[in-house]
């Protein structure tokens, strides 16, 4: 099966950027998602992108997709103390089907 | 964007007690639900595809038995914990793709915690 890999933790300073990042094995995905997740909450879809898409931007988020190397990332620019949160990143499978990478938590300090 | 919602948010139960979670999407339908279940500071792991007016397809090593789902309409998933036990305790969330203009996008519900004394 799919293998989706996050490092666990990150930590950076309040406005600075944080760059998330996510392996994966398998390359047939359509589109590839960041979601974040607050504590005891459920999943919020923060943004995707499309697999023929190299770099997608969204305000503060920039997702750049290397396809070659199997490799996702999530910038996060002017991090705020609010964008303390597990994200994880997850690939289209069959179906509809999600697979979700490891998680990573980000943890914003003053 | 769309909302899904899943009720009871929270239940504690007794071990033995069947226990039943349900996923609404509040403003689309959805004929495919999915149920996860994530455990402390781990990723989600989904359990088995909702599908409406049919049985549902659960991943290999869920038991079929054990966590019963019912896709009784168009916006409604339930997911039953039969007999539950202390291993079933866990944090159970649900997901309804809403077809879109870049294909289908899972909108989470809040996720129920379940914990089984």
């Known amino acids: 099966g799919e293998d989706v890999e996050q490092s666990l933790f990150l930590s950076v300073r309040e406005g600075d950027s944080s760059v998330i990042n996510c392996t994966y094995t398998?390359?047939?995905?359509?589109?590839l998602y960041w979601y974040k997740q607050e504590p005891g909450a459920g999943l919020q879809l923060l943004t995707y992108?499309?697999?023929?898409?190299d770099m997608k931007q969204d305000q503060r988020l920039t997702v750049l997709l290397n396809k070659k190397d199997k490799h996702l990332s999530l910038r996060i620019a002017d991090t705020q103390t609010g964008d303390s949160a597990i994200y994880f990143c997850?690939?289209?499978?069959?179906?509809?089907?999600?697979?979700f990478g490891t998680g990573t938590q980000l943890k914003v300090e003053l | 964007g769309a909302v899904v919602s899943q009720h009871p948010s929270r239940v504690i139960c007794k071990s033995g007690t069947s226990v039943k979670i349900e996923c609404r999407s509040l403003?689309?339908?959805?004929?495919?639900m999915f149920w996860y279940r994530q455990f402390p500071k781990k990723s989600l792991m989904l359990m088995a595809t909702?599908?409406?007016?049919?049985?549902?397809?659960?991943e290999q090593g869920v038991e079929k038995d054990k966590f019963l789902i019912n896709h009784a309409s168009l916006t409604l998933s339930t997911l039953t914990v039969t007999s539950a036990h202390p291993e079933d305790s866990s944090f159970y969330i649900c997901?309804?793709?809403?077809?879109?203009?870049?294909?289908?996008?899972?909108?989470f519900g809040p996720g129920t915690r379940l914990t089984v004394l």
């Open positions: 997850a690939l289209t499978g069959g179906g509809n089907k999600l697979t």
């Open positions: 997901s309804a793709p809403q077809r879109g203009g870049f294909g289908d996008t899972q909108y």
């Open positions: 992108i499309f697999s023929n898409m």
């Open positions: 398998d390359s047939s995905s359509t589109y």
């Open positions: 403003d689309f339908q959805a004929t495919t």
């Open positions: 909702s599908n409406e007016g049919s049985k549902a397809t659960y």
